[in-house]
């Protein structure tokens, strides 16, 4: 799967703030996401983040 930093993915469920898209700040074998609704910051496997993506939307 073809992820970049800056792009926002849309994942299967939703962080407890209610929003389900998280911008990707860092690539490698993890992800760094960063919460569009409150902010908040986490670092998941890539495997896992992979799996849980519902959608991704690229901004030029």
């Given amino acids: 799967m073809d992820i970049q930093v800056g792009d926002i ?3 299967k ?6 929003s389900k ?3 990707v700040l860092r690539v490698g074998a993890d992800f760094r ?4 609704g409150c902010g908040h910051q986490i ?3 890539r495997r896992q983040a992979e799996k849980n ?7 030029p």
């Fill in 9 to 11: 993915l849309k994942l």
């Fill in 13 to 18: 469920k939703q962080h407890p703030c209610g």
């Fill in 21 to 23: 898209e998280w911008e």
């Fill in 33 to 36: 996401l960063k919460c569009m």
């Fill in 43 to 45: 670092m998941i496997a």
């Fill in 53 to 59: 993506v519902k959608g991704i939307t690229r901004y």
